[in-house]
């Protein structure tokens, strides 16, 4: 056995060693910097907007949504634990399933493409005074026409089932945010909200992304921060917050094979168009909470409207979902005023920017019949009209949460109105339970592909 370093040898090693793990630590802190900043830290300007906390890769959406009065952890709670649950049922219900729709193009914007040039594209569309009392049958088979219609795609058909259920007492105006003339019965017909789910039809290429890209550069262009108003930052926050939940149900609901008619869930997708950018999923609860507002403060009127269809049980159940849906306590404590809309149109041009912004949203509407899928046509005026109520509700209503006198929806707008709320609520729901996920099974199945493709 050898002999020991004297005791002065000995406290100089331990001085040396000292100073290089000392050192050691310094350069481990320092490569361990390097390596998480080149990972992407969102930037403090990303942080400071209330969305997204955290390294954006995990995509956790923490603190208050921008521009509104409730967080991301509270909206997720309570759409999962209360809302939803009443919405999924509550649009299952006679009164909330059948939607009156015009859906024959007629693009006031360019000229017909060959994508629907049909009047009758489809099935043929019947006054309201036409309908025989028994319910229609489901319409079945596609003519080589209307294939064309559909661009080749049978689910994208629109079914315009129909049941013995009438629809008593309600007032049939114009809403001044959208452009359809609902009182033209002779141009509408009823369809089968339950028959049609909005999902993917194969519409895609240049004449959707025409659709997005007028709605967007010619009505709601995002402007520099610095340059937007309060009023047209909202509005095209409303549009992207819809153009993302429409995106997410696509995703939802997916033609993963087309020979085997195998639906399910294409996570790719959802992470392209939503999820790998913030800013989507921030405006999508936006939206969500925008329209919730709009429900919550129409509650006394809500709450007295007739939902009659001829069937007393469905009705009854129907009423208690409405009162259930305006007056949840978990709701009203969780988070009491989802948007305040007061802090809107308070400068002294504010009612020539209500205008301005007033017909910049008709024209969005109008565009709707500019679509050339009709179960996609369908479903972007129901969700329009559904935006246009809720803007008509905020900003027909004073500050006391009273209805002004001339204040009316009509049936349609209700209709829209809770479908459109339901939407939003499931792309919330599909969102928070996917997000954090997605891009792992993403990798999972991209390293799957790769290795059969070296097989």
């Known amino acids: ?34 390596a998480l900043s080149s990972r992407g830290f969102p930037s403090i300007s990303s942080l400071s907007r209330g969305g997204g906390c955290g390294c954006p890769g995990a995509r956790k959406y923490t603190g208050m949504v921008e521009d509104c009065c409730c967080d991301y952890e509270t909206v997720d709670a309570i759409n999962e634990e209360v809302l939803n649950p009443i919405l999924q049922d509550l649009v299952a219900l006679p ?13 006031p914007f360019w000229p017909d493409d060959g994508m629907c040039r049909l009047r009758d594209c489809s099935v043929c569309e019947c006054p309201d005074n036409e309908f025989p009392e028994p319910f229609k049958k489901p319409y079945s088979g596609l003519s080589p026409e209307n294939m064309i219609c559909q661009e080749g795609k049978p689910e994208a058909t629109v079914d315009r089932t129909l049941d013995t259920k009438v629809f008593k007492g309600w007032v049939e105006t114009d809403n001044p945010w959208t452009s359809d003339d609902e009182t033209d019965n002779a141009e509408m017909t009823y369809v089968n909200l339950q028959l049609n789910p909005e999902r993917y039809t194969g519409y895609t290429g240049d004449s959707a992304r025409r659709i997005w890209d007028a709605i967007y550069k010619e009505n709601c262009p995002k402007y520099p921060s610095e340059d937007m108003c309060q009023e047209k930052k909202a509005l095209y926050k409303l549009i992207s917050g819809l153009h993302s939940s429409i995106s997410v149900h696509i995703a939802y609901d997916y033609l993963l094979d087309e020979s085997a008619n195998l639906w399910g869930h294409n996570l790719s997708l959802l992470h392209d168009r939503v999820l790998k950018y913030p800013e989507r999923v921030e405006n999508l609860y936006f939206t969500y909470l925008f329209v919730l507002r709009a429900v919550t403060k129409a509650a006394d009127y809500l709450e007295q409207a007739e939902y009659n269809t001829g069937n007393p049980e469905e009705d009854l159940k129907t009423q208690s979902l409405v009162r259930q849906l305006l007056y949840n306590h978990k709701l009203r404590s969780a988070c009491p005023l989802p948007f305040d809309e007061a802090k809107l149109w308070q400068g002294e041009n ?50 006391e949460n009273n209805l002004n006198q001339q204040f009316q929806l009509q049936r349609n707008e209700v209709i829209a109105l809770v479908n459109l709320l339901n939407r939003l609520s499931e792309s919330v729901k599909f969102v928070h339970e996917t997000g954090s996920s997605s891009q792992e099974i993403i990798k999972q199945q991209s390293f799957s592909t790769l290795q059969k493709g070296a097989s």
């Open 1 to 34: 056995m050898s002999e020991g370093p004297p005791p002065e040898a000995d406290g100089a090693v331990r001085r040396r060693r000292r100073r290089w793990a000392a050192a050691a630590g310094a350069l481990l802190v320092a490569l361990l910097a390097v």
């Open 95 to 107: 009164f909330f399933r059948y939607f009156k729709v015009k859906l024959w193009c007629d693009c």
């Open 350 to 399: 504010g009612p020539e920017l209500k205008q301005e912004i007033q017909k910049q949203f008709r024209n969005i509407s109008a565009i709707m019949d500019c679509v050339g899928c009709e179960k996609c046509r369908l479903w972007g005026k129901l969700q329009v009209l559904g935006l246009g109520t809720a803007l008509k509700i905020l900003f027909s209503v004073d500050g």
